[in-house]
């Protein structure tokens, strides 16, 4: 089993950043590729940004750059630096990482933080 814990979340201004933090523990070496996903007020859901084991690294277009997601694969972490946010990036923030463990295959979800952006 992988478990991932987020944390950095909270309420800023518009133009301002956070930096969010998503701690792996339990099966890592299972895991392949990490992401972010939030859903926002309406309950849409989207990918924010994915990264794979290898560093390759994909975004929204929403957040493209404007956000950068980085991985540590030694701590089994992975961390999305959040710059001049919007009241459009209020949202669950959740992260996510895909595991292999034959013969199974699936994603594990974080249990989400809360961004806010006023305006």
């Known amino acids: 089993q992988v478990r991932l814990v987020e944390s950095g979340g909270g309420l800023v201004q518009a133009g301002e950043s956070l930096r969010l933090t998503c701690a792996a523990s339990?099966?890592?070496?299972?895991?392949?590729?990490m992401g972010w996903n939030r859903q926002g007020p309406e309950k849409t859901h989207e990918l924010v940004a994915g990264i794979s084991s290898g560093g390759s690294t994909n975004y929204a277009d929403s957040v493209k750059g404007r956000f950068t997601i980085s991985r540590d694969n030694a701590k089994n972490t992975i961390f999305l630096q959040m710059n001049n946010l919007k009241p459009e990036d209020t949202g669950v923030y959740f992260c996510s990482a895909e595991y292999s463990i034959p013969p199974s295959t699936g994603t594990t979800w974080g249990q989400g933080i809360q961004v806010t952006v006023s305006s």
């Open positions: 339990g099966s890592v070496f299972s895991i392949n590729d």
